[in-house]
């Protein structure tokens, strides 16, 4: 081989080099954001002292307290949540050709929402809690919104464009359903729908924490070892499955992965949206659409996504915590505005 | 035997787009798939590839490359990464050295290694055409399958293509099967000519057996005139209309 053909090997590997770079400087910028979301709230905490509870020298008991107890799990559980709904949105993206693919493009937030409310109106009468009744409902009909769209997915000659046609009419139908539960509810019932609805960190704890970690730390790797797969069907699937790749074998893992992950986020957290349309946008346009870089910087530029949202949502009214779904459209579509204005200027 | 078809058919609901196809291909040779639109040029192609379910029966090697007729992909892709899909079957999650060399050395084989670190989606429908090109012969096939290669380049990307496919199926002992519009490319490039009229094979044979003024009136309803090239090949002249 010539020169000039080596030279393009090693160009590519300073393409690879620099994107772990960004990738670096995404986990950098998430490292102080999770800093800056566990020092704000009613009680301003200076940043020093946060670091020094975590690292465990401080003595201060009612800082510990309030940094252990209170704002590590939310502060984490923005992480998780962000990074699982982000990935979550990639691949949807991915294996469905369509940008504009996210949770709700599928109908599975829709499902979640669903299962939430009916376990608000009628989880009383299940033998299990209702802190623990409402993630289960929502967990469960976010997965079968999801089954729903595979099933689609496994009839013969299923398009992409046909899976985002039934994922649509998933979104109407749980929609439509939610409503009726909302016409039937008594006013306080639905008072608690509405604000699930709006999407909060604060009912996390370090179980529920544990739980979307553990099924992220389980898909991510599934999903990593599939990548170059995964990069393929970026160029279509008759090119593709020329190329190889068994698309609707790839497809259905895909789905199944979104339903892991995006029923485990909207369980604990309820419906955020933006984050899973968003952050995928945003690591396309940071380092390309090799998968192998792009759901690793998926996930950290979604965990910063939802976590500078939380610090946002504290400060917006002092002393009260903003909603978290209306905190991320409000900070998103300006900067996701921005962002696509000046995409041309923004580097591999 | 490299590739060969018995009884092949393909439908699609419930038209008929080939019937009873038999075609063989060797190893080192270049066969060209002729025909006027509609035909199943392509069909045929696909069917080979695996990418439609065809009737009756086909020998073919494992290793296939097929090239597509679109190119209008434009994922944030860089020239190099989709070269080096041309290898998936194989990539490692960080690629080998051979596999890295594989793509640099077909982006060479090209000239087109200065597109490398460009995204596919900035690059005109030519050069897009060259790097998918690129990314099949990467692929280290047995089988080249080609669906119109050259429909987008200029005259002197055309023919440096065609040469250096002709030269590549000689060297690496592949049996290229290309789908081609110009005739006369075909002349040029082609060692065999599979001629296809509303998805039947009309005939096959060299370029100098099949192309002739009657069938090619027959099959595109063209009148043609047949003239000796400078380089011994023929050269089609089309004059009229064949009711005109």
């Known amino acids: 081989m010539n020169a000039t053909a080596l030279s393009a090997t090693t160009a590519w590997r300073a393409a690879n080099a620099r994107r772990a770079g960004v990738c670096l400087l995404g986990l950098a910028a998430l490292a102080a954001s999770f800093a800056a979301d566990i020092a704000t709230g009613p009680a301003m905490l200076p940043i020093g002292d946060v670091l020094r509870v975590l690292a465990g020298q401080n003595a201060d008991p009612m800082m510990g307290a309030i940094v252990w107890k209170l704002r590590l799990p939310i502060a984490l559980m923005a992480i998780v949540v962000g990074a699982a709904l982000s990935v979550s949105g990639a691949i949807m993206q991915t294996i469905l050709h369509n940008p504009l693919a996210s949770s709700y493009t599928l109908g599975i937030s829709g499902g979640a929402g669903f299962g939430a409310a009916l376990m608000i109106l009628v989880g009383g009468a299940l033998p299990i809690a209702q802190e623990w009744a409402i993630p289960l409902g929502a967990f469960t009909f976010a997965a079968l919104a999801c089954a729903i769209v595979v099933g689609v997915g496994r009839t013969r000659g299923a398009t992409p464009e046909l899976l985002v046609l039934a994922g649509i009419a998933c979104l109407f139908l749980f929609q439509a359903l939610l409503a009726l539960l909302q016409f039937l509810a008594s006013p306080e019932a639905l008072a608690q729908i509405v604000f699930w609805l709006f999407g909060s960190l604060l009912r996390a704890d370090a179980t529920k924490v544990a739980i979307v970690a553990t099924i992220l730390a389980l898909v991510l790797p599934v999903l990593l070892t599939g990548a170059w797969r995964l990069t393929a069907l970026q160029l279509g699937d008759d090119r593709a499955r020329a190329l190889g790749v068994r698309v609707d074998r790839l497809r259905l893992r895909g789905l199944i992965a979104v339903s892991l992950l995006t029923g485990a986020a909207v369980a604990f957290v309820g419906t955020i949206g933006f984050i899973g349309l968003v952050a995928p946008h945003i690591a396309r346009m940071l380092v390309g659409e090799d998968q192998r870089h792009m759901l690793p910087a998926a996930a950290i530029f979604g965990a910063l996504l939802l976590s500078l949202a939380s610090v946002a949502s504290k400060l917006i009214m002092p002393g009260t915590v903003f909603p978290i779904g209306i905190v991320t459209a409000l900070i998103g579509v300006p900067f996701f505005a921005w962002l696509v204005l000046t995409a041309h200027r923004v580097r591999r | ?244």
């Open chain 2, 1 to 244: 035997m490299s590739l060969a078809l018995a009884n092949v058919g393909v439908r699609y609901a419930s038209r008929a787009a080939l019937v009873e196809i038999y075609l063989t291909a060797q190893q080192g040779e270049v066969l060209a798939i002729l025909g006027p639109n509609g035909s199943g040029k392509s069909t045929l192609l696909r069917a080979v590839a695996g990418l439609v379910p065809a009737s009756g029966d086909i020998t073919r090697p494992d290793a296939v490359a097929y090239l597509p007729q679109d190119n209008l992909s434009r994922a944030a892709l860089t020239a190099f990464e989709v070269v080096l899909l041309g290898r998936v079957r194989s990539l490692a999650f960080r690629p080998g050295l051979h596999d890295l060399d594989a793509a640099a050395a077909s982006l060479d084989e090209l000239g087109i290694t200065d597109l490398a670190q460009r995204r596919i989606g900035e690059l005109s429908g030519g050069q897009r055409q060259l790097v998918f090109l690129a990314q099949v012969l990467a692929a280290d096939p047995s089988l080249l399958l080609l669906d119109e290669p050259t429909s987008a380049l200029d005259l002197a990307h055309q023919m440096h293509v065609l040469d250096h496919l002709r030269a590549a199926t000689r060297r690496r002992g592949l049996t290229t099967i290309a789908v081609l519009h110009d005739l006369n490319a075909a002349c040029r490039f082609a060692d065999r000519i599979a001629l296809l009229h509303e998805g039947r094979l009309r005939a096959t044979g060299t370029p100098a057996e099949v192309l002739q003024p009657g069938l090619l009136r027959d099959v595109y309803g063209v009148r043609v005139a047949i003239l000796p090239g400078p380089d011994g090949q023929p050269v089609i002249v089309p004059l009229a209309l064949a009711g005109d």
